[in-house]
């Protein structure tokens, strides 16, 4: 497995989402600075690391770790690579397994690179104590951790559907929609897996919920549990 | 990779639908056009499977882009390579992990004539000094001829007819292709007066003999002699392709 991993990682050499990634973590400091400096005027680190925390949870971090997701699973199909790997053989379930590590380990990036670009903006006056400092972190892997779960869903519509870019783009596409919209609605936000992540880090603000607690984390829980399955019984029934 | 409708494929005695992963690492494959990583280096599409594959011998990449003589391309980017190139970076994929069974889809495609006879000569090689079974399917006939022991002619998914070496001896024989009104009328005539009994009768009005013991004039006048006009006569060599368009037409 191990190998199937480093070779993941390597088939990504050469691609633009390092330098995105990169570029987003510098960027999404910006942007909340920007915004603080305009309206929200946060006055603590750990209300700043919030304000950015939301933004790129909702909006960039999203949509690169769909953008990914699809390519790493569509790809291989588009360019046939992928019957290369199983006259290995390997396996359809060790296939999904890898990508979605390497999926995890680009999470993992993400989210501890924009955390730690948050320290450049100290320049706004803000000053933190190592206790808040790695509890901020903790609340960015753990946000990072549970949009990567509330994902899940769309990667296993791309394999369950067996479609093509335009159709992960549909999908996608949907996904994001239903999670912008829905977020507004009290229930709809109780229940949308992505929605759900924000209101468990304690970072829901200005959405509100018409359902309690409990609600979202099972409803968070229960789509990820759905998808594991639906990901594994899908490679189990092909894996001849 | 697909189900078969009916019947099973064995490799080595063994049933490769429920033996596959015993059997697979035994083979080798050629897609037509090659699945290769566009975004990756030739020499990092090679490294990807050297890195996947459980007991694959470490380096088997540099010997392969060495003896398929890709080594001044490893650091260009699959997507810019051109057919030729791409061809032999599908083929190094496939023989990576030495292989006793290649299955090649069109591997003379994409290649001039220099690089259709390397190919062949590298098949050839694979095959007379290694040992490895070879399966290609391809439409260029000269270098299938040249190359292959067996050629198994499909249409439609059907395997039409097979031809074996020694097939391929008599298939490619000279012979007198003879046009004339009814061949029924000449056979007595050429047996009987000439002693040519080694002859194929190719339609009403044509005849191919083999016996090339009397040339086309001693034909053609003994026949004019009997009184037979003789539309066309000539020699000529047969070759594969004449022969499997033949087929086609029956």
Known sequence: MSRLIRSEILKLKNTPFYKVLIGISIILPLIGTEINASSLKQSSWESFINQN????????????????????????????????????????????????????????????????????????????????????????????????????????????????????????????IISFVGMWNPYASSLLPSVAVLRIIGCGYQISYGYPFDISVYSYVLNVCINVVLLFLYGYKNNK | MDEPDYGDIRLFGKNIQTQKKHLLPSIGVLLDPPAVYTNLTVEDNLRVLEMIRPKQKRNMADDMMEQLGISRYKSKKANTLDADQKKRLGLAIALLHDPEILILDEPFRGFDFNGMKEVSRLLKNLCDEYGKTILLSSHTLSEVENVADCIGYMEQGNLIEEIFTKDKEEINRQYIYLVVDHVSNIIPIIERDLDIHNFHVVNDN??????????????????????????????????LQEYLNEIGRR
Request: with cysteine; hydrophobic share 55%.
């Open chain 2, 206 to 239: 044509s005849l191919k003999i083999f016996d090339l013991s009397k040339d086309s004039g001693e034909i053609n006048t003994c026949l004019n002699r009997n009184g037979v006009i003789v539309k066309e006569i000539y020699m000529h060599k047969g070759s």
């Open chain 1, 53 to 176: 925390l939301w933004i790129s949870i909702m909006l960039v971090w999203l949509i690169y770790l769909l953008v990914l997701g699809c390519f790493l699973f569509i790809r291989e199909k588009e360019e046939r690579t992928i019957d290369n790997l199983f006259i290995i053989p390997i396996g359809r379930i060790e296939l999904v397994i890898a990508k979605l590590v390497v999926l995890f380990l680009f999470t993992l990036m993400i989210t501890t690179l924009s955390y730690v670009t948050n320290l450049f903006y100290l320049i706004l006056g803000f000053s933190v104590d190592g206790k808040e400092f790695v509890l901020g972190f903790v609340k960015y892997i753990s946000g990072g951790i549970l949009m990567f779960g509330a994902l899940l869903l769309v990667y296993g519509m791309i394999h369950l559907f067996n479609v093509k870019y335009f159709g992960a783009f549909i999908i996608s596409a949907v996904y994001l």
